[in-house]
Nanobody, 126 residues
Framework: QVQLVESGGGLAQAGGSLRLSCAASGRTFSDLGMGWFRQGPGKEREFVASISQNGLSTYYANSVKGRFTISRDNAKNTVYLQMNSLKPEDTALYYC???????????????????WGQGTQVTVSS
């Protein structure tokens, strides 16, 4: 079993930045592909970004490419999402996801995700 705990959400102004963190415990972190998903008000959950087990491969949704950066520190069992140039449409509940196989996260889908965090709220004001 893996526990994922997100932090770093909050209120930001448009054009501002936030950094989300997701701390994992319960399993060898370096065995897990990691990702971030989000669900905005009245919207379905959508893929944001993912990173492979060794951190060498990253993937992004087109809507965040060039503005968000996913990274991981396997020594700290933590994955990060640096969010810059925030827009009001980035407002959502952001979820951390972990998968033993990276195949789904590589394609930007939740299929194959084994573990989810509880979510952290990001609100961007205009």
């Amino acid at each position: 079993q893996v526990q994922l705990v997100e932090s770093g959400g909050g209120l930001a102004q448009a054009g501002g930045s936030l950094r989300l963190s997701c701390a994992a415990s319960g399993r060898t972190f370096s065995d897990l592909g990691m990702g971030w998903f989000r669900q905005g008000p009245g919207k379905e959950r959508e893929f944001v970004a993912s990173i492979s087990q060794n951190g060498l491969s990253t993937y992004y949704a087109n809507s965040v490419k060039g503005r968000f950066t996913i990274s991981r520190d396997n020594a700290k069992n933590t994955v990060y999402l640096q969010m810059n140039s925030l827009k009001p449409e980035d407002t959502a509940l952001y979820y951390c996801a972990a998968a033993r196989s990276f195949s789904g996260l590589r394609r930007g889908v939740a299929i194959g995700v084994d573990y989810w965090g509880q979510g952290t709220q990001v609100t961007v004001s205009s």
